[in-house]
Each structure stands twice: as C-alpha cells, then as structure tokens.
C-alpha cells in the first residue's frame, strides 16, 4: 500500500540533489508513465545563450528514471538517445512527458518528449532503455 | 590569429554557465578534439547516490561542442547516443575525451570517452553528431 | 505536377535493388510520411531462427528514406538508432509506419515503428535523422 | 573445449540465413571481438546506386552478434546506433570489425567499425548493447 509509485518518486526525490537543482516540479506519475515540469534559469545556459543540451538530456533522463522505477523495481539505465529540435531560452518552462514504449521483466524502453510551454515547439526527443534489476526502489533491500 | 581553438573555447566558456557550474577544467583543446575534467559534488548525485546521467552526458556533451566549434564553424547538435557502463561517486574526478570520428563540410560526428580518475573505469560513452552551419562562432557574424 | 510523393517513390525504387529483394509493398505515401509492408521469408533469418535484425532495420531504412525523400529534396541519412523489442518469425507480415518528428530547411527527423500483423506486437522502434541536401531526387540532377 | 567461439561462430552460421545471403567471410573471432569481410552486390544497392544503409547496419549487426554470442552466452540485442560517414558502392569489399567496450553478467556494449578496402574510408559506425541471458547457445538449453 505504501510503495505507490508517488511514494517512490517522493522517495527518489529526497536525495536527488541534481533534480532539486533543476527545480523540477511533478506534474503527473503513475507505473510507467511520469510528467515533470521545470523553468529555465540563467545558470542553465551553454554559451550560445540557449538552454544546454545536457541540461535539457538531464531533464528527460530525470522523467526516464521516475517513469521506469514507479513499480519500485530498481532499474537502471543502459542506453539513451537524444534528438534536438528547437532550443529553449532562459525563462521558458519546459514539460517532459516520458511514456513506457516496451516492458518485460529484464528491460524497458521510454520515450521521452520535451516541450517548450512558451512557445508551444518540441525541444528534443530522448529516448532511453533500462535495465530492470531484481532489487526494490523501496524495502528490505533499499537503497 | 586570434580565432584559435583556445581563443574560441575561452569566448564560449564566458557565458556558458552550466559548463561554469559544473566546475569543468580544459586540459586539451586543438581544432576536432577536446579533453575536459571536473569533480563529482553532491549537488550533482541522484536518488541513488551516485552521479545523475544528465549530468554525465552534460559533461560529455560540452567537451562534444567544444571539440566540435574549436573551427570556429558554428555547430549545432543533432543527436547523440549515451552508453552508461560504471557510475561514479561524489568526490570522484572524471575526464571527457572527445575526439572526431568524421567530417564533412556540413557535418561532422564525435566519440566522448568518460573515465573515472579515481577507479580507472570508463563510466559512459557519448556519440553526437554536430550540423556544421555557415556562420562563424567569432567573427563578424558571431553569437 | 509529376513529382508527387507516389513518383519520386517509384523512381527510386525502380533502382532500390535490396527493397525490391524485401520484397516491400507500398501501403502510404505523402510528404514526411510512409507505410510499407513485407513478409520475413526464411532467407531473412538469422541463427536463432527469428528476423535478423538488421533485415528488420533495413525495413525501417527504407519506410524512413521514402518518407524523408517525398519532398522530392534528397535527403541523407546521418544517423539511425534501433530499440528491439519483439521478435518476428517467419511468415510472419510486419508493416513499418514512418512518421516526421521535425523538419527544418536541413535536416530532418523520422520515427519508425515496425509491428507485426499476425500478431499485434511491436517488433521494433527506429529513429533517424537526414540532412537534406539542395538537391533534388528527380530533375535537373537527379540521381 | 567444444564450445569455442569459432565452433559457436559456426553453428550459429548454420542457420543464419540472412548473414549467407550477405556472403560473409569470417576473417577474426574470439570472445568480445569478431572481424568479418563482404562484397558489395547489386541486389544490395538502394535507389541512389549505393549501399543501402539497412544492409550495412544488418553487416555491422551481425558482427555484433557473433563477438556478443563467442562466450556461448545467449545475447539478445536491446539497442543501436548507427551513424554514416561515406557511402560504399556495387563491388566494394567492406570489413566489419566488432570489438566489447564494457562487459557485465547482465550486459554488454560494443562498437563495430565498417570499412572500406577499396577506399580506406570509413563507411559506418555501429555501437549495440546486448541483454546476456542465462542460457547457453550452445549446449543443453541451444537454440
């Protein structure tokens, strides 16, 4: 009953220093499924003046790990791919909507979509694949 | 004379402050490749104590864009792939070695290695490829 | 007038040799967007009796260089990346649909989902990425 | 002593059908690495009289394949990647050469590197990462 996947994001979240840096905020997390919400700030910026890129990879890595980990079944990432489309600029505030693709009991493929809230564009496509370890997020075997 | 690699690198890194924030040190820079260092804090772990992805393809994807505009040939990232193999910790000192795999007028691809200092491990490999545009980094056209 | 999705389609595959070998059947065609559809025969397998798959990422190829290649504007591919997901056997009809996630005056961006009709399941899940050059596939100098 | 890498090379080379029709000749193999020579056909052409990209990923996929599978450890393919350099072309002879850049008990990474003879180019880059499953390839649980 305790181990919801809201739970394990709150319990993720504790010491997840970088994704409190990023100020990520929840906007939806279910078993597979998790949607984030964040604001570009000033420090984020590469030297072109938009958002860096892995910045905004880090971003969707964050909803790829709340959306693989939601059944409290600890999974770690092997491999991630990322497609840039259009940058976002300091104030913007991005959305990234990461949805399960494939599960079995070993491994899992999500994609993740980000977008830019001001502008309505897509930022960039991450797509990313875990591995499902035999250990819980979450009892006897915690981290 | 004045556009070199370092020259252009030094330009970039003043107002890219995410490459700022993450402490990166230059120990290379030459037209095509680039070598990087920084430390592990713990603002930059996730839920699992250990360092967040992003983060490591963030440090991957600067020494990709460093090594891939040290032309002086403005280049935009495309895509790129992340292969993660041995987290590393806070504390622990890694180095981004980007070195180009191809290149053509209008595109090019680079390999980052990521190795720990500290244990000797590679803890991912980073593969993006840049669209090379027409205009300059520095010069009359110049961000 | 004649250079439609439909024509530039059949031009190139009047000479696609290895999709002809496929033996692809054209199910969709506009611009960005294309539908095929094939049967594995014995000689696509590999030594674990399923679809190899890089037959099953050549189909993919050939729905993505369709779809990419519509705007009559030749387009090359730059990158691809492939996720597996359920194999295909033999006899078994798989559709590859193509659809565009981006497209700027130089590159473009394509997902490919391949399923299989005999048994709902998706097979596989690729992403590419073209550089569009300033050339045409029919015209003036066409290949 | 059976079950060598060469002697699971060959039984795997029995049946897979797709790799005979490549016409593959099997130059290097051991555990973690294997070197593989083909031709270039006209059947194996695309519609702009080149190699078609899926047949030169399939050549790459299947070095992967037999360098992942040498342990006689059954290796299923998760992810690829694949990026384009220089186009080969009918009666080319192009090399394949699949080396392990991380190895663990549940997975493994490799690069494998396309070459031209004829040219000395680069064609492609592949990088793959396998899921090891507890099951032999060859032994009482084969395939």
Redesign the interface.
Same mark, same amino acid.
């Not at 000033?42 to 003046?49: I, R, W």
């Not at 990879?57 to 964050?62: M, V, W």
């Not at 991630?80 to 259009?86: H, I, N, V």
């Given at each position: 009953m305790q181990n919801t996947p809201k739970f394990v994001f709150d !319990? /993720? /979240?504790? %010491?997840?220093?970088?994704?409190?840096?990023l100020g990520i905020q929840l906007l939806e997390i279910s078993e597979g499924k998790c949607v984030l919400e964040m604001t570009v700030r !000033?420090? /984020?910026?590469?030297?072109?003046?938009i958002l860096?890129?892995? @910045?905004t990879? #880090?971003?969707?890595?964050?909803a790829f #790990?709340f959306a693989s980990n939601a059944y409290n079944k600890?999974s @770690?990432?092997? %491999? #991630? &791919? /990322? %497609?840039? &489309?259009?940058p976002a600029k300091e104030g913007d505030t991005i959305v990234a909507t990461a949805i399960e693709?494939?599960l079995t009991n070993? *491994?899992a %493929?999500y994609d993740v979509v980000i977008t830019n809230k001001n502008t309505g564009e *897509?930022v960039a496509?991450f797509?990313g *694949?875990v591995?499902r370890t035999s250990r819980l997020v979450i009892g006897n075997n915690s981290?």
């Open positions: !319990k /993720m /979240m504790e %010491t997840d220093y970088f994704s409190q840096w !000033k420090e /984020m910026l590469n030297g072109f003046a860096h890129g892995g @910045v990879f #880090a971003f969707a890595d964050s #790990a600890l @770690v990432s092997l %491999t #991630a &791919s /990322m %497609t840039y &489309s259009k693709l494939s070993k *491994t %493929t *897509t496509l797509r *694949t591995f981290y």
